[in-house]
Nanobody, 125 residues
């Protein structure tokens, strides 16, 4: 089992930056894909970004490419999502997630088994 806890959400204005953090425990993540997802009110959950824990390879949804950066700290077992130039449409609950595999499928946001409780990000215009 992998336990995931997000932190760092909040209320910001358009154009501001915010950094989300995900703390993982319970397993060594070397063979995992870790990702960020978000769900806005009335919408389905969507993929934001992923990182292969072992290699550090990353992947982003088109909507955040160039604004968001995913990273991981293998020693601290934490993952971060640096969000710059935030827009009102980025408003959502952001979830940290883990998949016990590394593949094109998991890098694209499928096959995730472990989820955090979510952290709210609100961007005002």
């Amino acid at each position: 089992q992998v336990q995931l806890v997000e932190s760092g959400g909040g209320l910001v204005q358009a154009g501001d930056s915010l950094r989300l953090l995900c703390a993982a425990s319970g397993r060594t993540l070397t063979s995992y894909t870790m990702g960020w997802f978000r769900q806005a009110p009335g919408k389905e959950r969507e993929f934001v970004s992923s990182i292969s824990w072992g290699s550090g390879r990353t992947y982003y949804a088109d909507s955040v490419k160039g604004r968001f950066t995913i990273s991981r700290d293998s020693f601290k077992n934490t993952m971060a999502l640096q969000m710059n130039d935030l827009k009102p449409e980025d408003t959502a609950v952001y979830y940290c997630a883990g998949a016990a595999a590394v593949s094109q499928r998991t890098m694209a946001g499928y096959g995730y088994n472990y989820w955090g409780q979510g952290t709210q990000v609100t961007v005002s215009s």
